[in-house]
């Protein structure tokens, strides 16, 4: 029996998917591999004698409490519990949410932009749509949306189901929303214009010098592959004979679109990934050797928003010493799912094995069954530690000591660590630059200002000659005047501090303004940590 198998979003923690505010991508190809096979159905009749104590009891309660029950009440209000007991990702289902969850799938819906999921009772964003309505006002992954119109929008009766009739909406209507920031005392308010979602994977691809490609993957979606592949084939065109492959922020998606994507890269043969259950046999994906990069230097970048399928495509590409990992350990994300209908038309999303890397290593980080408090602030806990910012601040464990096809050590227990650690850059950063971005200060202005010169902006052409005409204006004064018309005032030496960090974002908004993507990656990249290492390390042979 072929099974269909599900990537587990991120942070799931509570019955919900992690999903898009009109569009998602988790589903996997009903064929990631020649089909997992269990070693046994599962008996549903007389099941486990645990579970059959829960039976007694709930036939006890039904035949003598003293009142009326509400059998439908109890077991929905029973299942998520006791699903919760089990790991992260295995969640629960109503039947009033399976149609809105496999609509939003297709991607059909208007929206504001972001995948979010529920932790805690209280909405976390967990990735924010590039060129989406969100990413318009400023919100970022790890933000909490804890108001909706002013009102509380946390506690028991947060659901996925309200989630997405809230943030969804007619294409042009408005939300307002509240927002805790990781970072920020305050909360932050935000009015979004819902609008549909841009589905495209690959955000952008060029060549960043006349040797090497960048290529940055958004998401796998159902046409990642493609859209992938014809950046390959137009960058080898234009001279290419490396490339960069941009997975920042990369949550995951489709399975078999990584797969494919790795086949361009490794030789015939070479394993890509398995996975392992307690049910299912061992099942393997391994290079076709149909692909025509299999030579060529590559460089993958991830950070602590790099989950699931970026994982495992990393994880190959490091395990087989086919490329350099370059930036901050990945989150950690490495279970595998398959949706098992009910007979009353909900579902469960229940964890069956575990992904692993080619040299064995498995990527899901630790967690206490039923303890799910670690696990959900896990991330938090990483950037309160400094791991973001200094490499010997985080912890690897030595138990878990692997080795790739040449011998290189790796390790398991949680994410892919980097060849290459960049730390996060806060150069420039001070109290008012945040209080202004935290605001959207700094995408309003932008947006104001490209609307106000839009003709005589495209008229330049081409971001560099852009970044030239702007370099000759006041345009940093004239924001400086507008924030402290806004009750932000800089002093000389705040505004001095960051003035080369506000530049860098202030042209890169206004840039997408005019250029989109075309402009805004190509800027930004200039003024990348990361970016600058990946083209330095991808002139190091591998072993």
């Known amino acids: 029996m072929k099974h269909k198998v599900l990537l587990p979003i991120l942070l799931a923690v509570t019955a919900v ?3 898009l505010a009109g569009y998602t991508l988790q589903l996997l190809s009903s064929k990631p591999y020649s089909g997992s096979q269990r070693s046994a159905e599962p008996n549903y009749t007389t099941g486990t004698k645990g579970f059959s104590k829960l039976n007694e009891v ?17 077991t929905e209000a029973i299942l998520p519990k006791l699903l919760s007991q089990l790991d992260p990702h295995t969640v629960y289902i109503p039947q009033e949410d399976v149609e809105v969850t496999n609509s939003e799938l ?10 979010f999921n529920i932790q805690n009772d209280t909405v976390m964003i967990v990735d924010v749509i590039a060129g989406g309505p969100s990413e318009k006002v400023g919100l970022q992954p790890g933000d909490r949306i804890v108001e909706v119109a002013d009102s509380n929008f946390t506690g028991k009766g947060i659901n996925n189901n309200k989630v997405l009739k809230t943030l969804r909406g007619e294409k042009g209507s408005q939300v307002k929303i509240g927002i805790k920031r990781l970072g920020s005392n305050e909360l932050l308010h935000y009015t979004i214009t819902r609008g549909d979602i841009p589905v495209n994977s690959v955000d952008i691809a060029y060549p960043i010098t006349p040797e090497v490609g960048y290529i940055k993957v958004s998401r796998f ?30 949550s995951g998606g489709y399975l078999s679109a990584a797969i494919n994507m790795l086949n361009e890269f490794l030789p015939k043969n070479q394993l890509i990934v398995y996975t392992e259950g307690r049910n299912y046999n061992r099942d393997e994906a391994r290079a076709t050797g149909g692909g025509r990069f299999t030579h060529v230097p590559v460089v993958v970048l991830l950070n602590e928003w790099s989950a699931s399928a970026s994982e495992i495509f990393a994880g190959a590409i490091q395990d087989q010493d086919r490329g350099w990992i370059v930036g901050r350990r990945s989150y950690g994300k490495g279970l595998v799912q398959q949706q098992m209908p009910l007979s009353d038309g909900s579902e469960i999303r229940i964890t069956i094995a575990r992904y692993h890397t080619p040299s064995g290593r498995c990527i899901q980080k630790s967690y206490e069954q039923g303890d799910l408090d670690d696990y959900e602030s896990d991330i938090e806990t990483r950037y309160e530690r400094g791991e973001f910012f200094h490499q010997d601040s985080i912890q690897l464990n030595d138990s878990l000591k692997y080795t790739t096809r040449t011998g290189r050590t790796v390790y398991g227990g949680g994410g892919i660590m980097p060849d290459f650690f960049v730390p996060q850059d806060t150069t420039g950063s001070n109290a008012w630059y945040r209080a202004v971005t935290n605001r959207s200060l700094v995408y309003d202005y932008a947006f104001q200002y490209a609307d106000r010169h839009r003709k005589a902006l495209a008229a330049t052409g081409s971001y560099p000659r852009m970044v030239t005409q702007l370099d000759s204006t006041t345009l940093l004064e004239d924001f400086r005047n507008y924030a402290s018309d806004k009750g932000f005032k800089a002093s000389d030496a705040q505004f001095e501090e960051c003035r080369s960090l506000l530049r860098q974002n202030l042209y890169a908004y206004l840039l997408r303004n005019i250029f989109g993507d075309e402009g805004f990656y190509p800027f930004l990249n200039e003024h990348d940590a990361t970016i600058d290492k990946a083209l330095e390390v991808i002139k190091t042979p591998m072993p």
Request: charged share 15%; proline share 2%; with cysteine.
């Open 58 to 74: 709930l036939s006890y309660v039904n035949y003598y409490y003293v009142d009326p029950v509400d059998e439908s009440g109890i």
């Open 221 to 250: 979606g159902a046409n990642t592959y493609t859209e992938f592949l014809t950046a390959l084939n137009d960058l080898q065109r234009k001279g290419c004979q490396g490339y960069i492959i941009d997975l920042r922020t990369n």
């Open 106 to 115: 297709e991607g059909s819906f208007s929206g504001i932009g972001v995948q």
């Open 17 to 19: 998917l992690g999903i």
